[in-house]
């Protein structure tokens, strides 16, 4: 079991492929993106997949195993290096279009995949100080309103009309991101809203963590132009803004055109395994931490990453997570090749609506 857990060394491979693109300059700055948008997804279609999950047995002594926690943990200094070295490097000046452009996307892509992809996993943990780290992730990329909608209204309202990162059959990524980004936000604002409301407080009051969630990060936005200058400051808020992207380009593929029904009594269905679309190829589960078993997250959202399991049942993604975000950019070959999957569930009238 130890040596299983020595496998999510693996995800370290991004943020050592980012450091030294950074220093090298040039168009390597752009090698990050190579790697997890290019690479991975090759060997995500070549390597194959598994479908094995651990025994009961197997899964006890994994939860216990300490070495899958201490793994996440460390993401959390590791994603700080990454945003205070890029900051240093962008301010000595001096730098091309491309290698703004290139810091930019890999510092991005750390948001994304470090800075919410872990964040993620930690916050549906118990543990105050894992809620800390979450947190601490979360605002690298200026997303903190996420750990309350994610947690409180995406997990509770998932391939549902009142979902707003749920996206819908031929719903084009573009427009997606506005509704998701705007409507998780506004949902952010309403939950945290009656969480004060029951407590009988004001929504304007300090008690709101919304309120404290956009101080903290103007302050970490400031804080950043007094130590680095203004063109740093600028090319973080761009690198955020890459992050939640990502973020978003994954929620859209996750429940692509699936739907739950509503019972006699106009409640929506519980979410099963057939409600998230699954993969199992290996490269995208370590870069991210089995974020791509997704059935199994949304139907037990607080399984360790470590045991989360295959089923049958769940809709089964054509390749790895990373190869299927770039393919939802392009509107009509992920029309075409979702489209085909979509019609095989609605032959078997599952996940469906």
Not at 226 to 242: D, E, N, W, Y
Not at 301 to 308: G, I, M, S
Not at 331 to 340: I, S, T
């Amino acid at each position: 079991m130890q040596i299983k857990s020595l496998k999510y060394l693996g995800v370290f491979i991004s943020p050592i492929v980012i450091f030294i693109c950074l220093n090298l300059g040039g168009w390597f700055t752009w090698g990050g993106l190579i790697y997890a948008f290019a690479l991975v997804p090759l060997l995500d279609a070549i390597l194959p997949s598994s479908t094995e999950n651990m025994t009961k047995i197997e899964e006890d002594i994994a939860k216990k195993n300490r070495i899958y926690d201490y793994l996440i943990y460390s993401i959390v200094p590791v994603q700080y290096f990454l945003v205070f070295f890029t900051m240093y490097r962008i301010s000595q000046g001096g730098h091309t279009w491309v290698e703004y452009l290139g810091y930019i996307s890999a510092l991005g892509l750390a948001c994304g995949v470090f800075g919410i992809n872990v964040a993620h996993e930690l916050g549906h943990r118990s543990k105050k100080y894992e809620h800390f780290f979450s947190k601490a992730l979360l605002l690298t990329s200026l997303y903190l309103h996420f750990f309350i909608e994610h947690n409180q209204g995406h997990h509770k309202n998932v391939s549902t009309t009142d979902d707003p990162a749920s996206s819908k059959e031929g719903e084009i990524i573009y427009f997606f991101f506005f509704r998701s980004i705007i409507g998780g936000f506004i949902s952010a604002w309403k939950l945290e809203g009656n969480r004060l409301k029951k407590q009988g407080k004001s929504s304007l009051s300090f008690s709101n963590q919304m309120i404290w969630y956009q101080i903290i990060q103007l302050g970490f936005l400031g804080m950043i132009y007094l130590v680095f200058g203004l063109i740093p400051m600028l090319c973080f808020i761009a690198s955020a803004i890459f992050g939640f992207l990502t973020l978003e380009t994954v929620n859209y593929i996750e429940h692509y055109g699936l739907s739950r029904k509503k019972n006699e009594h106009g409640a929506w269905e519980k979410t099963l395994p057939v409600h998230s679309w699954n993969s199992n190829h290996p490269f995208g589960r370590i870069l991210l931490f089995e974020l791509t078993r997704h059935s199994d997250h949304h139907y037990i959202a607080n399984r360790p990453y470590q045991v989360l399991r295959h089923f049958d049942e769940s809709p089964q993604m054509p390749t790895g997570y990373p190869g299927m975000m770039v393919i939802s950019l392009i509107p009509p070959l992920w029309f075409w090749m979702m489209g085909k999957e979509l019609k095989k569930l609605k032959e078997k009238n599952v996940g469906l609506a």
